[in-house]
């Protein structure tokens, strides 16, 4: 007997339903998160199944179709023996379009599509890729660093916004708003009036410390620049912005502090993976982006049936639309921003690094490709060669 079960998470608790080959209801239940609601799942389908099945049997018999790839839950899932079908929500919007056309949505009724979605289209589905736990903890701390990376890049955003609104000055005068010397000068002199004050042993000191070149120089071009004539905002509503700089100043030290120790953890959580040394042998690849290559991608060498398979996964490959007379090749937007970020970072790396690379990019681009088509069409060529295709 076969089992196919729909599992509608939400922060708190699961909606779950299991049908039988047939389509015919068995069970539904909303269960609490955590392990209460993982034992009345198996008791659930324990029940359904009977008792005249073996433990080893259990997989072939439970096939599990949730939204979501990750967490607790999901593991207690695969570890119980059950495959999992992680649905992209995308697919499972359009599945409950064929579904019904009204529009109506509850997470009872989700449970009952991804489980009817399961029984009638699993071989459709990629079931729970069977990635180590080394690949999960590289891809916990590869994707916090590029989560804070990217957040220190909103807050550099958000104070030269602020900078601009009240003291330009400081925007010609600091080339890098979240380079060390900057923050440390800012933080002392928010304001038009104290930077103007700021000593050449002041300036002088901070870029020392941020270990920066020709020092006189730069520093006597900092004065000059602050001490400058610009137009300005009253004193009170320059009073106002000086208190955000500081506290936009703070965060971005934080941030700044933290990439670099989270950095230290990638790098030594990739260092100990077995494939690190094969992705650093590919072009444009280096420790941390290495990492981030093999954090999307998992390491489960079964994963990807072919090198083409692992190219449309990436969204490097282009997809084609044809109809009659019409044929049109565009460019893949949905993807895993993060993967395809890293992937043509290691192409725009790859044309110093690698000769074959640059020849690659160069003849895309005599082709008639733009800047951005050339480079992808690198990325998927590179892709393909760490598959194992020679040709890419």
């Known amino acids: 007997m076969l089992l196919f079960v729909g599992d509608d998470w939400a922060e708190d ?232 700089v500081r506290a936009l100043i703070a965060l971005l030290s934080t941030l700044n502090e933290q990439v670099k120790v989270l950095q230290g953890q990638v790098e030594a959580h990739f260092g100990r993976h077995p494939d690190a040394e094969i992705i650093l042998s590919q072009p444009g690849l280096g420790t941390v982006l290495g990492a981030r290559v093999l954090a999307e991608f998992g390491d489960d060498h079964a994963r990807y049936v072919s090198a083409k398979a692992r190219k449309n996964y990436a969204a490097t490959s282009p997809i084609t639309r044809a109809s009659g007379k019409k044929r049109t090749v565009a460019a893949r937007f949905v993807h895993n921003d993060r993967l395809i970020d890293a992937l043509m970072t290691q192409a725009f790396s790859a044309l110093k690094a690698s000769p074959g690379a640059r020849a690659y990019y160069d003849r895309q681009r005599a082709r008639g490709a733009s800047y951005n088509a050339a480079l992808r069409q690198l990325a998927n060529r590179l892709v393909g060669i760490l598959h194992g295709d020679p040709g890419g």
Do not use: C
Request: without cysteine; aromatic residues 4%.
């Open 13 to 244: 608790h699961h909606d779950v339903e299991v049908m039988d080959a047939s389509g015919r209801r068995l069970a539904k239940a909303r269960l609490p998160e955590g392990m209460a609601g993982m034992t009345r799942l198996h008791a659930m389908i324990g029940q359904a199944l009977g008792d005249d099945i073996d433990a080893e049997d259990v997989s072939g018999r439970v096939r599990i179709g949730i939204e979501t790839d990750r967490g607790p839950w999901v593991q207690a899932l695969v570890a119980a023996g059950y495959t999992v079908y992680p649905v992209n929500p995308l697919q499972a919007a359009r599945y409950r379009e064929r579904l019904a056309v009204s529009g109506a949505k509850s997470d009872a009724a989700d449970a009952h599509m991804l489980a009817d979605m399961v029984r009638t289209d699993s071989h459709q589905l990629r079931p729970m890729a069977g990635d180590s736990a080394d690949a999960e903890a590289v891809k916990v701390v590869s994707r916090m660093h590029k989560t804070l990376i990217w957040e220190r890049t909103r807050a550099g955003q958000r104070l030269r916004h602020a900078l601009r609104e009240y003291f330009p000055a400081a925007l010609a005068a600091f080339e890098d708003l979240d380079a060390a010397d900057t923050l440390e000068l800012l933080a002392k002199a928010p304001d038009p009036a104290s930077a103007a004050r700021l000593s050449l042993a002041q300036i002088s000191a901070a870029l020392k410390r941020a270990r920066r070149r020709d020092i006189p120089a730069k520093a006597a071009a900092i004065q000059t620049t602050l001490r400058a004539e610009h137009l300005g905002q009253p004193a009170v509503v320059t009073a106002a912005y000086a208190a955000s």
